[in-house]
């Protein structure tokens, strides 16, 4: 009896710590302060680091090492806004596996970190009516091929018969059109302007800005190859003239002013916060 009984407590033992090994890891963890602390399990590295978009400079920061195999580090406190990160282990980058918020800009897949406050409100998805993202292949007679573009439409365009703005939006070097969705979070930071007011509801045109390819990497046919590609055209109802349209993106001015903020070595387009004049 006492040996099935050291038995049953050995082996329910070695099942807790087994789970305790294996428990996820918080990663990010944004305090009440909204300062992050990261963390990562890497037996055997021997440095790691974590990279992000919170310093001009790019500068690594060093993680400290907790126990034999989880690493650690604290910054900030970080003002609202979102934020790309990756871990390096051993000069080697790697996505953080405790965070499966990701965002892909071209060649660039990174981390992300939504820090709350006034900016990440309007970056994050809130309880407002949404808009549709359309993901439109069409017919381009110079190119000779079919392409991709999306499509934006305010809450209750299918149902009017309003005519609308069109803005049209060209991802930064080196992206391709879902940049503005994936990264650029577009869709989201729109919804937010016009249920506050801040903006008028509008037509957004994502635009695929490289001749070389039809769309994005997971969405070209086959006998595509390589960049990205994209030509504006006027989405159905628009308001014909120049006061109708805006452009917005890494080298436009309009009376419609973007902020535009560099959250990547070669996108400059990542977040949008947009004033619509009236």
């Known amino acids: 009896m006492y040996k099935l009984c050291l038995t049953y407590f050995i082996f329910f033992f070695a099942l807790g710590l087994h789970g305790q090994n294996n428990s996820r890891l918080v990663s990010p963890e944004i305090q009440a302060d909204n300062s992050v602390i990261f963390r990562i ?13 919170w310093a001009k400079d790019f500068k690594p920061v060093t993680l400290v090492k907790k126990d034999s195999n989880i690493y650690e580090v604290k910054i900030g406190p970080l003002p609202s806004d979102m934020y790309e990160y990756r871990f390096i282990l051993d000069s080697a980058l790697m996505l ?18 939504l820090i709350p406050g006034k900016l990440g409100d309007i970056l994050a998805v809130q309880n407002v009516p949404h808009g549709n993202v359309t993901a439109v292949w069409y017919s381009s007679p110079s190119l000779g091929k079919e392409r991709r573009m999306y499509v934006y439409t305010p809450p209750g365009y299918e149902k009017g018969k309003d005519k609308y703005p069109v803005m049209y939006l ?53 006998a595509c190859s390589g960049w990205t590609a994209g030509r504006n055209r006027p989405h159905t109802r628009p308001t014909p003239g120049p006061a109708s349209r805006r ?32």
Do not use: Q
């Open 41 to 53: 399990k890497a037996p055997g590295a021997s440095s790691v680091l974590v990279v992000g978009t």
């Open 96 to 113: 953080d596996p405790n965070n499966n918020a990701v965002t892909r800009d071209g060649f660039f897949v990174e981390n992300r970190l």
């Open 170 to 222: 060209l991802h930064g070097g080196g992206g391709d059109e879902d940049g503005w969705i994936s990264r650029g979070r577009a869709n989201y930071i729109i919804d937010n302007l016009i249920a506050s007011k801040e903006a008028v509801p509008m037509i957004v045109v994502i635009t695929n800005g490289n001749p070389d390819a039809a769309a994005a990497p997971l969405d070209r046919p086959r």
């Open 247 to 278: 452009r917005a993106g890494t080298a436009t001015r309009s009376p419609w002013r973007p902020r535009i903020s560099r959250s990547a070595g070669c996108s400059a387009t990542a977040s949008l916060i947009a004033t619509w004049p009236r």
